[in-house]
């Protein structure tokens, strides 16, 4: 059987982005071995319930041979993490995708530096201005472009480095072939043509609220570093920058007004210890000793830089972003007390301790982190699962509430 039918079938089992699927491959290593566990080693691991064991040993891969067939269908390769062109660096990130759906090439992802490029989906003129001009300057130094393929900030990222001659890579948040957001096909040809454009969702996925902050660690874990432009101080980019620093990541950030919404979430970073960006220099110069990051931004691609507005003392060179991306804490107000419900045995502690902190009033994910402690990318996997159990619902941006 294709290895891809494998990962495949894992992913079905145990979700995307999960606790429980990054569990399972630490303790097995791929998804093959947990394909041909007995139910013995099964019951070893202590990490599945009965209905979950039976699952695994139903062996049932129709789903999984059909998400093959169509990926191909499609015109789009399936990536696994036994494949050689499969990103390294995302096979050490929390719960790796256990398949990637891509269009284009990911050829040279490795050697080629990195930059993700994250910002609210309503932003005004400046900050388009302003990401067009960084993006396009790091693109024409030789610096790969990661983002989202959203409206606003991701999509202006995407179009400069492509007027750069640039390379860069969309990850999406649905199936491959769906046109979302609506009217992005052009664009997503020409990223292909020299970038690529991925997902970690099967054909046919629709554009689930959830499936984005999932997406997000894919995002940051492509990347050498996080760059925020123009986001609240609840925005997704910040889940982004939360994946960034669990996973190692550098996290940048654009100053802005102290008294604009869409600045809150940049100088909340800078605050906290990410770099302020005023130009592509700023970025690149923390990676002057890292090959591949020598070439300096041409000069012709705009002679007059806009100078944006210091929001936050810049932190000298050899200090890192120290502290994790966290919102102000949730006032007593905004979260009621939760629902009394029954509580599976089956749940981790973690996961129990986020359902108590979820009552009848939507809280996000980063509140969540403010209240619990808990790294973002734990909450979200959890967040999933907890989903698929009927314990939660999800309500988009404004975040979850207990059933």
Known sequence: MEQAIYWLWFAGLFGRGTRLSHEMLEFYGSAEAVFQASEQELRQTALLNRGQIDRVLR?????????????LQEGCRVLTPGDSEYPDCLRHIYAPPSALFVRGSLAGLEEQPAIAVVGSRHSDEYGLTVVAQLSQELAAAGVRIISG???????????????????????LGCGIELDYPKGSGPLRELMAEKGAVLTEYPVGEPARPGNFPMRNRIISGLSRGV??????????SLITAGHALGQGRDVFAVPGRIDEALSRGANKLLLQGAKPVTCAGDILEEYEAVPNWGRMVPSQINPDPVKLRAGSRPRKRDERPAAAVRPEPVSAAVSE????????DYLSRSQMELLKAIGNRPVTAAQLAVQTGQPVEEILSSLVELEIYGLIESHGPAGYTAL
């Open 227 to 236: 760059l925020v432009v123009r986001a609240d101080e609840y925005s997704g």
């Open 337 to 344: 007390p939760p629902r009394r419900r029954a509580v599976p």
């Open 149 to 171: 393929l959203a409206m606003g900030i991701d999509q202006a990222a995407h179009r400069a480095a492509i007027k750069a001659e640039g390379v860069t890579i969309g990850v």
């Open 59 to 71: 062996h049932d891969t129709d789903a999984a041979q059909r998400q093959y067939d169509e990926a």
